[in-house]
């Protein structure tokens, strides 16, 4: 209980430095977009809605990306209490194709004024006061890039970036809870190199220093290399303060176990394309043997040694990302 109260004590704390630290002038305000790429999960960015309309930190607008032109979740934006900018592509663009869109409506729309993009997954939920803690430490910390703690629907923490503090980053892997781990690590910032994309503040700066996602990872592994890009030449911190809930569809729903599979079969292609093909992210080479075990333990091995050794082959031999077509 002690522990869980000086937690929440220490991250109020930096919340007041954010509150107390904005200028005063509104046009120097941060102009912070939003950005999400969707695919028939309009329970999940409805939700998604309902928490950043809630944010102590208002944020300027969100782009929704709708990759399935689904009518349900274009019915939110009249509905929804800020603002919003819809686009349909009228294909499904994927992961990283769709962020890049959104991105690049987000840098046309708001021009010089917007000073950072904050990629958003669709089935994520903010706490109100995450924005502003990730953009104060980020100020204070000289930081470009900003990754929030991630709790999972029980209350645990369940993703978490590559943070080049070894103690820090053996600590961060074991099942906890958010309050055991600061008790643990503490709530200082921690610079990655890594990083998932449920909730990552990007300045604009490193945007147009290295540009958006890629378009050629369809799907798993685009938050890994742009990422990885964005601290190749910045620096990136993970916030523990700063909470965020990832909460993902339940496995019974319409995500099949063959669509699983070939996720995370794209997910190998996908790191030894990144890993071994690519300057920025030859830091992950040494991954590589850990996801290729953790492929095979979690597949029926007769099919998956097989694939798996196709998606080296395609990823590192053939330098094509999973998302790569002959027609790029």
Request: a neutral charge; aromatic letters at 8%; hydrophobic letters at 45%.
């Amino acid at each position: 209980m002690r522990d869980a109260l000086l937690s929440r004590s220490l991250a109020a704390g930096v919340f007041q430095i954010a509150m107390s630290s904005a200028p005063a002038s509104s046009s120097d305000l941060p102009v912070v977009v939003g950005v999400t790429a969707t695919y028939r999960r309009p329970a999940e960015v409805e939700r998604l809605l309902r928490s950043l309309e809630a944010s102590k930190c208002p944020l300027h607008a969100l782009v929704i990306v709708d990759n399935a032109d689904d009518p349900a979740t274009k019915a939110l934006v009249s509905s929804a209490g800020l603002r919003i900018e819809y686009l349909s592509p009228g294909t499904n663009l994927g992961c990283g194709g769709g962020l890049h869109a959104g991105e690049r409506l987000a840098m046309e729309k708001f021009g010089r004024e917007l000073t950072h993009l904050w990629i958003l997954d669709d089935d994520a939920v903010v706490e109100p006061r995450t924005l502003g803690v990730l953009l104060t430490a980020m100020d204070h910390e000289a930081a470009d890039t900003a990754h929030p703690l991630v709790i999972d629907s029980e209350g645990m923490l369940g993703w978490f970036p590559g943070l080049l503090d070894p103690v820090k980053f053996q600590r961060v892997k074991v099942r906890q809870t958010p309050d055991e781990f600061v008790a643990r690590a503490g709530l200082d910032p921690v610079p990655f190199s890594w990083a998932q994309g449920i909730a990552l503040l990007v300045t604009r700066r490193a945007i147009d220093s290295l540009g958006l996602h890629r378009t050629d990872y369809w799907v798993r592994g685009e938050d890994l290399e742009f990422s990885l890009r964005i601290t190749k030449d910045f620096r990136g911190l993970y916030i523990p303060a700063a909470h965020v809930q990832h909460l993902p569809p339940d496995s019974t729903g319409p995500v099949t176990p063959e669509v699983e599979y070939r996720k995370h079969l794209a997910m190998l292609q996908n790191i030894a394309y990144t890993a071994l093909r690519l300057p920025h992210g030859r830091r992950i080479a040494r991954t590589i043997p850990g996801n290729w075990l953790r492929f095979l333990r979690s597949w029926p091995l007769s099919r998956a040694f097989i694939d798996s050794i196709g998606a080296f082959w395609k990823g590192a031999i053939l330098a094509r990302p999973a998302g790569w077509t002959a027609k790029r």
